[in-house]
């Protein structure tokens, strides 16, 4: 199937051997790769751990829930919540390179019977009609191909009653679009998302929203840690990744600390649940 430029973009990106080495290293093998819930000096895996925490304390999960991780990446938190709720994850992701690892991983701590990976995009889940009970996201939206179709599938996997929860990078509603260009063609991007766009793009599908969390300041927060851990750590990064690798991945994490900084870019929870009726649909 022909993949949309974003998509096979992504694909490659996560793919690649310098980005696997570099999550290795700036994560400390730790198997969470989103932003954190900075509060103190915790190191940042207990940050993005923290962020798992809050989220999973929003939900009404239990052994017969059924969740979907979009972007599940090392599937830190789909163990998480299989391990805490006994409920059954699909992690929805691309690259092969996490997905082998997050296999490998469920298998060590024995979940493999209550998680499965799976490849496919955002904009067509491989599932069928209300299948999810709770479908959940941590900054991997914005590497959708189709924001408003991927809301749509999200919209069709989902239980009536059911809840999307997700962070997501994002623009301000009034960002001017230059502004970002520098941070988005890093990460090879056309745009990024807004609250608006969720807010209204989800009630107009059928949702209703329970919450909004708004967190920039741990974007930026998180970035600046980021960036720290790579300056003091400079020589391992170095070896295990190439001084180029290195020097734009740091000058991309400033990009992100400047823009959060002067309140160009939000962050937080997003919280919706799937209308029970389907009066708005």
Known sequence: MPHPSVVSR????????????????IYNHS????????????????????????MASLLPLNESSVVLDMGAGYGGAARYLAKTTACHVDCLNLSEGQNQRNRELNQKQRLDSQIRV????????????????????????????DRVKMLQEVYRV??????????????????????????????????????????NTATTLGFE??????????????????????NDNYEAFLKACGKDYIEHQKRGLKYWVEAGEKRYLNW??????KCLDEKHH
């Open 158 to 199: 989902m239980k009536k009653g059911g809840h999307f929860i997700f962070t997501d990078p994002m623009k301000s509603d009034d960002c001017p679009t230059e502004v970002l260009q520098p941070l988005l063609e890093r990460i090879h991007l056309d745009s990024l998302s807004s609250f608006d766009f969720y807010r």
């Open 10 to 25: 992504t694909r490659d990106y996560y793919n690649s051997q310098e980005v696997l080495s570099f999550q290795r290293l």
């Open 118 to 145: 799976i490849e496919g995009s955002f904009e067509e889940i491989p599932s069928e009609n209300e299948h999810y009970d709770v479908v959940w996201s941590q900054d991997a939206l914005l590497f959708s191909s």
């Open 268 to 273: 937080g929870i997003l919280h919706f649940r």
């Open 209 to 230: 929203e329970v919450q909004m969390i708004e967190l920039t300041e741990q974007l930026t927060q998180h970035y600046r840690r980021l960036l720290e851990e790579i």
């Open 31 to 54: 198997d969470h790769c989103s932003i954190g819930l900075y509060d103190g000096q915790e190191s940042i895996h207990e940050a993005m751990y923290k962020t798992v925490e809050k």
